[in-house]
């Protein structure tokens, strides 16, 4: 039967394709996982005596260190039970875990996934971040967009900066129009595409799905500057949560 050490490198190498790594001589029951590209920590196992933790007993005990972005996070984790304030490192970004099976494996993958998260590259958080939405203009004045869905329901657009397969874009028309008209999500992103003109460039073009049709008097300029503190769309941008919420009524 695996111990829950096992099974977390199990889990790392399932996941990522990570292996511990021995690091220490003088500790080489000591294993780190850690980025490929910046070489970052996301995770140190480490076997302890029980009273350096502040346990009870004398025996040695495995614990995991994870790195966390959120202190309130880490400050209500320490509070229960298997959980404990970083051991020999940051104690306000990184905790301990009991491999003692107190925690269950599922609580462990997901604090392993923080981690993960937390210490990756710029490059690497974008890729892995949970989907995102955004409204993305379209000018009808160098585009038909009002009627680009009548016939096909997936169509190429223009790459905004950010954006990734998965996320959804709620398409702001420009004048005449001022209104968003469709909600689509990302199929494909990265697609080579090189055009410029005086008034466009692309360097590289995403797929996008119609999801659902809007009126065009249900969200007009008037109500997204009024309502939900938008005062222009000028490129992709994030939207606002209480705008998220209508638009998903």
């Known amino acids: 039967m695996l111990t829950v050490r096992e099974k977390v490198y199990q ?129 009808p004045k160098y585009y038909d967009i009002v009627h680009a869905f009548d016939q096909q329901e997936e169509i190429d657009w223009k790459q905004g900066a950010g954006i990734r397969t998965g996320d959804t874009v709620f398409m702001y028309v420009a004048a005449p129009v001022s209104a968003i008209l469709y909600e689509c999500v990302v199929t494909e992103t990265d697609i080579p595409f090189t055009y410029a003109d005086k008034n466009l460039s692309m360097t590289a073009l995403m797929k996008i799905r119609l999801k659902r049709r809007y009126s065009p008097d249900q969200f007009t300029f008037e109500r997204l500057n009024n309502e939900y503190g938008i005062f222009a769309v000028r490129g992709p941008r994030g939207i606002p949560n209480g705008l998220s919420s209508a638009l998903k009524k």
């Open 11 to 139: 889990y790392v190498k399932k996941k990522y394709g990570n292996e511990p790594e021995y690091l220490w001589l003088r500790f080489p029951d000591y294993a780190v996982f850690r980025h490929e590209d910046n070489r970052k920590w996301y995770g140190l196992i480490m076997d302890v005596p029980r009273k350096n933790l502040g346990l009870p007993g004398e025996d040695r005990v495995d614990i995991l260190n994870v790195k966390l972005d959120d202190l309130l996070l880490a400050d209500m984790l320490v509070q229960r039970e298997g959980y404990l304030r970083g051991y020999h490192l940051n104690r306000g970004n990184w905790i301990s875990i009991l491999l003692d099976g107190t925690v269950p494996e599922e609580e462990i993958e997901d604090m392993i996934d923080l981690s993960y998260r937390v210490t990756a590259s710029s490059r690497k958080k974008q890729k892995i971040r949970p989907p995102k939405e955004w409204v993305v203009p379209a000018n």
